[in-house]
């Protein structure tokens, strides 16, 4: 058996470490001198390609996060196979830097977006998986709110793939539904 408290150490450090590392990769290059500040300026807007990545992917990780900490359960031990998908779960996170790296630099091709949207598609099943692994898992509205944006990343990432093929470059926005998560799960609560 596994303390809920040292898995919990591990999540918060994982997240924190893998949403710092996404932002490595938005910087002026080494070699990179302006003369004046318009150039300094035209060298922002040419980051703009790596910095909506980022900020998606920044997005993602913190409302999963969240997500994270609002399942409640009454158990303070977990058993082999709820951890060994949980490390799962992390190895996906931890693969989220990588992924905004890759459709920061390659977004105008395809198969940057197909890596970037199954990594999060498997995040999001992983994460149901736990979801039935977590022992004494107290019902209510936050797991609800849990299941809401599990899907909502699913049927997002799916649409990033789909768009892909006509526009690689525009596939991203997709994604920006994502941060529509709390209000759709709100609105959810409301209409039931």
């Not at 004046?36 to 300026?41: I, T, V």
């Not at 931890?94 to 995040?123: D, E, H, K």
């Not at 789909?162 to 709390?182: D, E, I, M, T």
Request: with cysteine; net charge positive.
């Amino acid at each position: 058996m596994y303390p809920k408290a040292r898995l919990d150490a591990l999540s918060d450090a994982v997240f924190g470490v893998a949403m710092t590392l996404l932002v490595l990769d938005v910087r002026l290059p080494e070699d990179f001198h302006p003369q004046d500040a318009n150039e300094l300026l035209q060298a922002f807007l040419g980051l703009m390609p790596k910095f909506l990545p980022y900020v998606l992917s920044f997005g993602v990780l913190g409302l999963r996060w969240l997500s994270n900490i609002r399942v409640r359960s009454h158990g303070e031990v977990f058993g082999r196979e709820y951890v060994n998908w949980w490390l799962l779960y992390l190895l996906l996170i931890s693969c989220v830097p990588f992924t905004t790296i890759i459709v920061g630099r390659f977004a105008n091709l395809a198969p940057a977006i197909w890596l970037y949207a199954g990594n999060t598609i498997l995040m999001s099943a992983v994460a149901f998986r736990l979801m039935d692994l977590t022992p004494d898992i107290e019902p209510g509205d936050h797991l609800r709110d849990r299941r809401v944006g599990l899907i909502l990343l699913i049927v997002t990432s799916v649409l990033a793939i789909g768009w892909s093929f006509v526009s690689a470059r525009q596939a991203l926005l997709a994604l920006v539904l994502n941060f529509a998560a709390p209000a759709i799960a709100g609105w959810g609560r409301k209409s039931s």
